[in-house]
């Protein structure tokens, strides 16, 4: 019997100092990478990623946009490795292709609810939900992106989107910026603002309003669709995304003449949405994490995008796409109806206003330096 | 005897469980709070920096800047706070003022030497050493801040930037990001070319190579030696930095006319510098918390030097100073000169010539996006 206490009592403090220094570290060897790798001068290479992390978050995050597609599809992906690296594996964002987890227009209603944790998409997707939302991803005719940034961190816009956001559950962090969308394309030139009347073009949100006024017919066509539309004469004209973005989707192929430049998104910020309750359950610590990862998103997105632009705009020359630029006329002509539109906006709904009046009156003051700063 | 082993056996078990569950995790306390702050729900508060965290990296950082200076100060102060915090403690990154570890003059050879762990400074400070490290801070009538991403991120500009500094034992990170400089203050207003002959004004690097192409005698007072000289008469004007800092500093009142823009530096880019062997010690948890915090300091000093220079801006108004442009005569003088300077900086020196052709041959190509897609 005292040979077995004292057996008890050799084996717990060996078996505590086992466990404490052999068997714990090696349960949590993520959290060893990081801070110095090895004191021998780091000559045996780190695994990329930790290999056998528990992520105390782990999370599904539905994304808006397909993997494959440049920066919208990229940004996201980056997201969830660079937010891996950053926690030492302790949180996981893991990315799910569009309807992967629940149908691409339930993402908002999924992750207000809880049934999925987080998103990656774009505030204007939700207007038909909340129409102030679209003033967070991108104003027609309105802040390029350097400009919006100043908006949307120092000029009251993120308190504005985070309080909507909470009102719905949610919690929302900027996650992804580019830079200035093209006009779109058409399969006959424009030339004068009578060209808009009857025209069928495919154009979304904001811009599509704008266009009604001027006498174009609107729909709204999901991709694979649209091409069919374009391609068979259907419509004839189409707005989507970014020259790099529509050179990868082919939209050459179906038609000859390319606006610029895209008044109707001059820069679009995309976001991590995130259910309200999941979010505030977080350490500080995570939080830190996520916003530090995601603000890094937002430069990588701009940086990208700008970057990304003059390859396939070069493509098209060679292929013989006609380059426009949008006559003054037709310029002023949208820049007129988009007053319009906003003013309808802003009297129909009480958030919209809120942050329409927000915005223009951060860009009336910000015009004084814009004037003078630029070359 | 067997009583014993099996005590042993036992007490090894019993002991190597409360080892790896319970010491293990409060020997590694800091790190607990990575992940979920507590199941609860998050009411009790938890504190914003572990308290009792014991850094595995521990670095002093040698500040260019004051904390005090808005931006440039603030950024390197933001770097630390948020790699604390991003870190859950295990990083410290500790700002020191200039002058207190070394004399701001010696910082590079300080962190290259490993004397000093690290330092928060701009490229552009250390042309005397290495003139090419000026095209990666500001070059005049340079990319502006998002065509400066573009280049040094997606076009090479990173690339040769990291290489310049790895011959030197250095390692760089680009920390900090600030939108245009203002042109500088001058005592009597400038109408024609004729007005810079002879005329002595403070303003360094490159920037100064251009104004002495135009009769300017230059010169390079430190901050507290130029007021003074400004105010008696002793110089006729000086070139500082942005409006919102130059605010801070008082220029308004030792002279009166204000000129924009600020071609010598349309962007500025900040670094932290790191000993090389120090940087590759590091982890690769460690290296992506660092490149994740100050990927999104660039993106905050961008949207804060874009928001806080309107404000400055009606004071200086309000306050009677005259804001002018350059005339367009004088702008084509300095450009002109630019060009005589950049070619003779990149014939005399192989780093800045492949660093210039670098950045020339991709604003020639983001030329072609640059046109189309502006508003």
Redesign the interface.
């Known amino acids: 019997?005292r040979?077995?206490?004292?057996?008890?009592?050799?084996?717990?403090?060996?078996?505590?100092?086992?466990?404490?220094?052999v068997?714990?570290?090696r349960?949590?060897s993520?959290?060893?990478?990081?801070?110095?790798?090895?004191?021998g001068?780091?000559n045996s290479p780190?695994?990329?990623l930790?290999a056998k992390a528990k992520?105390?978050?782990h999370w599904k995050m539905a994304s808006a946009y397909p993997a494959s597609l440049p920066l919208l599809g990229t940004l996201a992906k980056r997201l969830e490795r660079?937010i891996w690296?950053?926690?030492?594996g302790?949180?996981e964002i893991k990315f799910f292709a569009p309807e992967a987890l629940v149908p691409s227009r339930e993402i908002f209603d999924a992750v207000a609810s809880g049934a999925i944790d987080a998103a990656f998409s774009s505030p204007g997707l939700w207007s038909g939900k909340i129409p102030a939302l679209q003033l967070f991803a991108a104003a027609p005719?309105g802040p390029?992106?350097?400009?919006n940034?100043?908006?949307?961190?120092?000029?009251g816009g993120r308190e504005l989107f985070e309080e909507i956001y909470r009102k719905n559950g949610l919690h929302g962090v900027f996650c992804g910026l580019a830079?200035?969308e093209?006009g779109g394309w058409f399969r006959k030139p424009i030339h004068v603002l009578e060209d808009f009347k009857g025209l069928n073009m495919r154009i979304l949100g904001l811009g599509a309003k704008v266009m009604e006024k001027l006498g174009v017919v609107t729909s709204g066509f999901s991709e694979g669709d649209l091409f069919m539309a374009l391609e068979s004469g259907a419509i004839d004209a189409a707005e989507f995304s970014m020259?790099a973005i529509d050179f990868q989707l082919g939209f050459h192929e179906m038609s000859k003449h390319y606006y610029?430049?895209?008044?109707q998104q001059?820069s679009t910020f995309f976001d991590l949405m995130i259910n309200l309750?999941k979010w505030?359950?977080?350490?500080?610590?995570?939080k830190?994490?996520i916003?530090?990862?995601c603000?890094?998103n937002?430069?990588?997105g701009?940086?990208?995008s700008?970057?990304?632009?003059?390859?396939a705009?070069?493509e098209f020359t060679a292929k013989g796409i006609a380059?426009h630029?949008w006559p003054a006329e037709i310029m002023e002509a949208l820049d007129g109806a988009w007053r319009e539109v906003a003013a309808e906006e802003a009297a129909a709904d009480g958030d919209f206003r809120r942050v329409w009046n927000s915005l223009t009156s951060f860009r009336e003051?910000?015009a004084?330096?814009k004037e003078?700063?630029?070359?």
């Open positions: 019997m040979g077995a206490v004292i057996g008890i009592v050799i084996g717990l403090v060996v078996g505590v100092v086992i466990g404490a220094t068997i714990a570290p349960l949590t993520p959290r060893q990478q990081a801070g110095l790798g090895n004191a001068g780091g780190a695994p990329l930790p992520p105390s978050v660079k690296r950053v926690s030492g302790e949180i005719f390029g992106p350097a400009e940034m100043a908006w949307v961190y120092l000029g830079t200035a093209a020259p610029f430049p895209g008044w001059p309750d505030n359950a977080l350490s500080s610590t995570a830190s994490r916003e530090a990862v603000g890094d937002v430069r990588h701009l940086a990208e700008e970057a990304m632009q003059f390859t705009l070069k380059i630029r003051d910000y004084i330096w003078l700063g630029g070359p």
